[in-house]
């Protein structure tokens, strides 16, 4: 756990749709929390050792409570079921301060967001600081049914109304637009923001590729699974012990089996927990952490997905 870990209580748990809770958070030591701005997540450390990424939905103008909405997924790795299961009304969490990889674009342009099921936390975010700002913008939020639909009532009952379409896949009454109308009836300079499934946003940026579109910005609510790659070796500075890499393991895999344990959480690039010092070599960055600055610096990586594009790299371990 990092030295900036804040010490939260869960003031609200309640159901927000089917199979999704929506959990708000306050400091234990009753001070605001961080500002932070639409787009944003924090780390959750959960009761069972898991450490998971959460977007912040509530207005950004709000500090006084973080909100968050999670899923509770079928193929869960623990802990989407942990959250709903062990956190409670009550309980004291530790989570990290607000990062944010998925900022909005500055500038008077329309904005298009595009939510595909619950993905649509870090756009309701978004929603609300445009909607402050009197931007011109509209929330298509596409979901399954109603019922698994999260803040359906609530954007119902507040100024979002009219500001939001909903599209349900058991809805035969109405013809749901693709996402290239949607685009094509946008202003041609208009940025859309997309968030959701795999599958969901490959479907937005294929549509975007096929019409040109020119500025798309998207966050994937699941990591995409790890790729298999080439070999490399590894060499650890301390020692000069040499690793082999296969291409079919990761870094923190291969490491491990010779007794050499990075500390990881998510496994999937996002949290940074296991990020690593690079003293020589060229990373493979398959991260959704690192910002394209840190990236482009080559001075470091998270191990658990990421991999080398040289045949060696030196790691400060």
């Not at 300079?189 to 946003?201: K, N, Q």
């Amino acid at each position: 756990m990092t030295s900036k870990t804040i010490s939260v209580r869960v003031v609200e748990k309640r159901r927000a749709a089917l199979d999704i809770c929506l959990f708000e958070f306050e400091r234990m030591d009753g001070k605001v929390l961080p500002s932070f701005s639409a787009g944003s997540h924090i780390d959750v450390y959960l009761p069972n050792g898991l450490v998971r990424q959460y977007s912040l939905c509530n207005d950004p103008a709000r500090t006084d409570r973080y909100q968050i909405c999670v899923l509770l997924d079928p193929n869960t790795r623990g802990g989407s079921k942990a959250m709903h299961e062990l956190v409670d009304f009550g309980d004291e969490l530790q989570i990290g301060e607000p990062r944010n990889l998925f900022h909005l674009a500055s500038g008077n342009h329309e904005v298009v967001l595009l939510a595909g099921g619950i993905g649509v936390t870090p756009l309701m975010a978004m929603a609300w600081q445009l909607l402050a700002q009197d931007a011109k913008f509209h929330l298509h939020y596409f979901a399954r049914s109603a019922e698994r639909t999260a803040f359906h009532d609530l954007i119902l009952r507040s100024p979002l109304r009219e500001k939001v379409s909903f599209w349900f896949d058991n809805d035969t009454t109405t013809e749901k637009p693709s996402v290239a109308d949607i685009l094509r009836r946008a202003a041609e300079d208009s940025h859309a923001y997309a968030c959701g499934p795999l599958g969901f946003l490959k479907y937005v940026r294929d549509t975007c590729e096929q019409i040109q579109w020119a500025h798309l910005h998207y966050e994937a609510f699941t990591a995409a699974p790890a790729e298999d790659g080439d070999a490399f070796a590894v060499r650890i500075k301390s020692t000069g012990e040499m690793v082999e890499i296969p291409g079919n393991q990761t870094v923190v895999e291969a490491l491990a089996r010779k007794g050499i344990e990075i500390p990881v959480s998510c496994e999937q690039g996002i949290c940074g927990t296991c990020l690593t010092k690079i003293c020589d070599g060229i990373p493979d960055h398959r991260d959704q952490y690192l910002s394209d600055d840190e990236r482009a610096r080559g001075d470091q990586f998270t191990p658990c997905c990421s991999r080398s594009k040289s045949s060696i790299l030196v790691l400060d371990l």
